[in-house]
């Protein structure tokens, strides 16, 4: 006699957000909030840094503050539960250094089964994906999901 099991329930899904405020990095947030659904996780990374030009600096600490403080209050001001970003479970990760490798090392802490950013910045290459976006594309152990200005709309 074989036993059945019930089918196992889907994994939630969970996805790590690149955020800095940006036009492009809210429609990668709305993006992740479709995909993960009402039983999937958003983790929203904001990371802050200064150039390393500036360590010199005699006030280099206090901007430093300031980076962290305006990356808070971006985080701290999202309306997650409300329109079109309601539904996901949401965390927000403030880290201390250069986005691209903050990004990918909370997907990887994480077990993000997806990046999402978006698009933006200059130049050629830069211009079609964004400085953070292309040096994320060689960090990343996992699928990273670029999502134009022009490529997600609110309902």
């Known amino acids: 006699m074989s036993e059945t099991s ?36 958003v983790i929203i990374v904001h990371s802050y840094a200064l150039s390393d030009d500036l360590l010199r600096w005699p006030n280099y600490g206090q ?9 808070r209050s971006l985080l701290d001001e999202l309306p997650l539960a409300d ?12 880290i201390g250094g250069p986005a691209a490798p903050a990004i990918a090392d909370v997907a ?12 933006r910045g200059v130049g050629r290459l830069r211009a079609l994906l964004g400085s953070v976006t292309t040096e994320l594309l060689h960090l990343a152990d ?6 134009p200005t022009a490529g997600i709309r609110p309902d």
Do not use: F
């Open 6 to 41: 019930a089918p196992s329930p889907k994994p939630r899904p969970t996805l790590v957000v690149g955020y800095d405020g940006s036009e492009a990095s809210r429609a990668a947030l709305l993006y992740a909030a479709r995909q993960a659904g009402s039983h999937g996780l």
């Open 63 to 71: 901007l430093l503050s300031e980076r962290r403080a305006l990356g």
């Open 83 to 94: 329109g079109a970003l309601a539904g996901p479970r949401y965390e927000t990760e403030l």
């Open 108 to 119: 990887l802490d994480r077990h993000a089964d997806e990046i999402v950013v978006g698009a």
């Open 142 to 147: 996992r699928p990273v999901v670029v999502i």
